[in-house]
């Protein structure tokens, strides 16, 4: 694979996306968008590849969407843009997302990083949704992902206030993972994604959407749900194999299948 925008990696079975627009802080321009989106689903579909990690560089995971790219465009045009649909290519990946922050993670940004699977944050890491100082609000989920993470109260504060959270207080407040120092954080980050690809991948990726039904359901359909997808485990060959290598005390030998 071969971008403008981003270098692509695979370290053992993680695919490693690193934006690469340092000049604007890694602005999330449509163009850097959509090679995000290409490099995230030819990684979803690698069975080489158990889970991915987004990252940026020291000074910012990203600064935003592209303001200088943003600030003419119509309404027409912005509902157009291959842009938005980024957006919801992000939601269907089906495997395990980490997002290794440091730097900025500002507007978009910070969007992107809550809309991964988990957040491992260096301890320069800075969150904030600055969206209101511009004029509008966040558009890609901000609002409703953050307060659902944060709480209320605090979400209100950083949204209509442009309050920035440190790594400490975002994972305080449970957006984050965990808090590493900042020549480790993409090390732990992939280290993390490493051990998760190295478990079972339907049962993770199952797991993945159970988890994420819990923001589209009330709690009994969200149950109902997650029974049904347990039971379909049971069709699958990892599920004969984790239970027979429990049984006969050895090591799981899982096919993905
Ligand atoms: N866009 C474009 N360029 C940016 C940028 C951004 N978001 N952020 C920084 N840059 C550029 C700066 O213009 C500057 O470029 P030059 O002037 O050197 O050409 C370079 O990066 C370095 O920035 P600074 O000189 O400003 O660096 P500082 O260290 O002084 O300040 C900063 C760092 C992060 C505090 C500052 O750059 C800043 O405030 N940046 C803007 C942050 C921001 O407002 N972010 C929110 C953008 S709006 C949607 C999906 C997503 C979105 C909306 C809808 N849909 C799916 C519907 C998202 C919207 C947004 O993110």
Not at 8 to 13: D, I, L, P, S, Y
Not at 159 to 187: C, H, M, S, W
């Amino acid at each position: 694979m071969s971008f403008e925008f981003i270098v692509t990696e695979v370290k053992g079975n993680v695919g490693l996306v690193r934006f690469n627009r340092p000049k604007a802080l890694n602005a999330l321009s449509p163009g850097l968008m959509s090679e995000a989106m290409d490099a995230l689903e030819t990684f979803d579909q690698d069975d080489g590849v158990g889970a991915m990690v987004v990252t940026g560089d020291q000074r910012a995971f990203a600064a935003g969407a592209d303001i200088k790219e943003m600030a003419n465009a119509t309404v027409v045009e912005m509902g157009k843009s291959t842009f938005i649909s980024s957006w919801d290519r992000l939601k269907r990946i089906r495997k395990p997302i980490i997002a290794a922050v440091s730097g900025f993670a500002f507007g978009g940004g910070c969007e992107f990083a809550m809309a991964c699977d988990m957040i491992v944050a260096s301890e320069s890491a800075q969150f904030g949704q600055p969206e209101i100082n511009l004029g509008i609000i966040p558009g890609a989920g901000g609002t409703q992902r953050l307060t659902r993470a944060i709480g209320k109260a605090l979400a209100m504060e950083v949204i209509l206030n442009d309050r920035r959270l440190t790594a400490e207080e975002a994972y305080r407040f449970g957006l984050v993972n965990q808090v590493v120092p900042k020549e480790l954080y993409l090390e732990e980050a992939l280290k993390l994604a490493q051990q998760i690809a190295n478990r079972a991948p339907v049962a993770i990726q199952t797991a993945k959407e159970a988890i994420n039904a819990v923001f589209d359901m009330d709690l009994d359909a969200g149950v109902a749900y997650e029974r049904r997808l347990f039971y379909s485990l049971f069709a699958t060959e990892d599920q004969k194999e984790g239970m027979d290598a429990f049984v006969n005390k050895r090591k799981a030998n899982w096919k993905g299948k």
